[in-house]
Antibody, heavy 120, light 111 residues
């Protein structure tokens, strides 16, 4: 049973950056891609991008290009998503999710979510 | 890339069947057989219910089924139960630039 445990809630000021972690267990970390999806309060889901933990290759939604990075530390089975130049519109719950090889949009296991609040 | 279009809400009494539509374009839903559906209860993470248009993950009730015609995908819930009350999101692969797009979500209410 895949488990993804995310880091705790964060509060940042506008213009700052935030880094959210996603620790994987109960499967081979390099087997599944990790995707990140966010959800503003009362709003829908928004896909941010993906990372292959084996190669480190990434791909991002056009909206976030230049402002987001996705990295990993394979020695501790942890993926990271860092978002820079935060504004109030980035206030949301951020989820990591696994995707099987070549499955593209089959988000089959999810982390519990991390609340990021951007406020002056 | 615009979000996929879903009705804001759908409702039905217990035991009835309901269908949620998800309309995209010939560049996403209509081009790829890569539509997935997610159920989300309040305060919880989404749960995969359908992938590749009509495939069900292990453990998902066979009351949930998916289909696609042209640029519109659909999720049908048969034998509606109280526990099915939740938000449902469709999702499609959209090609090389924005890869994945979601619908705006549909709130399902069991009357």
């Amino acid at each position: 049973q895949v488990q993804l445990v995310q880091s705790g809630a964060e509060v940042r000021k506008p213009g700052a950056s935030v880094k959210v972690s996603c620790k994987a267990s109960e499967y081979t970390f390099t087997t599944y891609d990790i995707n990140w999806v966010r959800q503003a309060t009362g709003q829908g889901l928004e896909w941010m991008g993906w990372m292959n933990p084996n190669s480190g290759h990434t791909g991002f939604a056009q909206k976030f290009q230049g402002r987001v990075s996705m990295t990993r530390n394979t020695s501790i089975n942890t993926a990271y998503m860092e978002l820079a130049s935060l504004t109030s519109e980035d206030t949301a719950v951020y989820y990591c999710a696994t995707v099987p090889p070549a499955a593209l949009n089959q988000f089959d296991s999810w982390g519990q979510g991390t609340q990021v609040t951007v406020s002056s | 890339q615009s979000a996929l279009t879903q009705p804001a809400s759908v409702s039905g009494p217990p035991g009835q069947s309901i269908t949620i539509s998800c309309t995209g374009t010939s560049s996403d839903v209509g081009f790829y057989n890569l539509v997935s559906w997610y159920q989300q209860h309040p305060g919880k993470a989404p749960k995969l219910m359908i992938y590749e248009v009509s495939r069900r993950p292990s453990g998902v009730s066979n009351r949930f089924s998916g289909s696609k015609s042209g640029n519109t995908a659909s999720l049908t819930i048969s034998g509606l139960q109280a526990e099915d009350e939740a938000d449902y999101y469709c999702c499609s692969y959209a090609g090389s630039f924005n890869l994945v797009i979601f619908g705006g979500g549909t709130k399902v209410t069991v009357l």
